[in-house]
Nanobody, 124 residues
Framework: VQLQASGGGLVQPGGSLRLSCAAS????????MSWFRQAPGKEREFVSA????????AYADSVKGRYIISRDNAKSTVYLQMSSLKPEDTAVYYC??????????????????WGQGTQVTVSS
């Protein structure tokens, strides 16, 4: 199984970025796909998750209204559209896959597969 995250970079405050995570080697449509982030010196934190069916999405309060998660099952890819970026959004962003129930989504221990991470830096 491989999760390949991409799309990170340097952006000014208020700007936008779109992250992608391409999956291979797993039955993509069976998994809930999520994004986490980890800033230097901090624990990895949940950002967003999208279930394969029904389109139910969850967001951390800190990104609600600014980030949108989506997925294309035909391409085995999950996306994270980030807007109105703030310096505090700076982190390495990871995609991950889980079969866990909704209540478990924020817990990184419940994820079986992880991508390698992509750096997002918000700075002027």
């Amino acid at each position: 199984v491989q999760l390949q995250a991409s799309g990170g970079g340097l952006v000014q405050p208020g700007g936008s970025l779109r992250l992608s995570c391409a999956a291979s080697g797993l039955s993509f449509r069976d998994y809930t796909m999520s994004w986490f982030r980890q800033a230097p010196g901090k624990e990895r934190e949940f950002v967003s998750a999208l279930r394969t069916s029904g389109g139910y999405a969850a967001y951390a309060d800190s990104v609600k209204g600014r980030y949108i998660i989506s997925r294309d099952n035909a391409k085995s890819t999950v996306y994270l559209q980030m807007s109105s970026l703030k310096p505090e959004d700076t982190a390495v962003y990871y995609c991950a896959a889980t079969l866990g129930v909704r209540s478990s989504w924020p817990d990184p221990r419940m994820y079986r597969y992880w991508g390698q991470g992509t750096q997002v830096t918000v700075s002027s």
